[in-house]
């Protein structure tokens, strides 16, 4: 059964960083893509980044080029994103999302088919 823990979440002051973590267990890790959504109050869920499988490659959405980064350590069937200098906006819940095995490098919710619980960041002006 696969299993994606997010933690890392908080409330910080704007210009904060954090550091989120997506801990994967059950069925394949290194031959998926990975991927972090963002859902706010009252709005859809929307792509923030995604790594693809053996590191092929990463992409970002715009609002958050330059602020967060995400990486992936397939030794330990973790996925990690680096938030730097938050601001308000980027207040909502994160979810850790995995691909089918050789998923592409998608920006859509349907390239992923399982989904964390997902972690609270709230940023304070």
């Known amino acids: 059964q696969v299993q994606l823990v997010e933690s890392g979440g908080g409330s910080v002051q704007a210009g904060g960083s954090l550091r989120l973590s997506c801990a994967a267990s059950?069925?394949?890790?290194?031959?998926?893509?990975m991927a972090w959504f963002r859902q706010a109050p009252g709005k859809e869920r929307e792509f923030v980044a995604a790594?693809?499988?053996?590191?092929?490659?990463?992409l970002y959405a715009d609002p958050v080029k330059g602020r967060f980064t995400i990486s992936r350590d397939d030794a330990k069937n973790m996925v990690y994103l680096q938030v730097n200098t938050l601001k308000p906006e980027d207040t909502a819940v994160y979810y850790c999302?995995?691909?089918?095995?050789?998923?592409?490098?998608?920006?859509?919710?349907?390239?992923?088919?399982?989904w964390g619980q997902g972690t609270q960041i709230t940023v304070s002006s």
């Open positions: 059950g069925g394949t890790f290194r031959i998926n893509t």
């Open positions: 999302a995995r691909s089918r095995p050789w998923g592409d490098l998608g920006r859509t919710a349907d390239t992923y088919n399982y």
């Open positions: 790594i693809g499988w053996r590191n092929s490659g990463t």
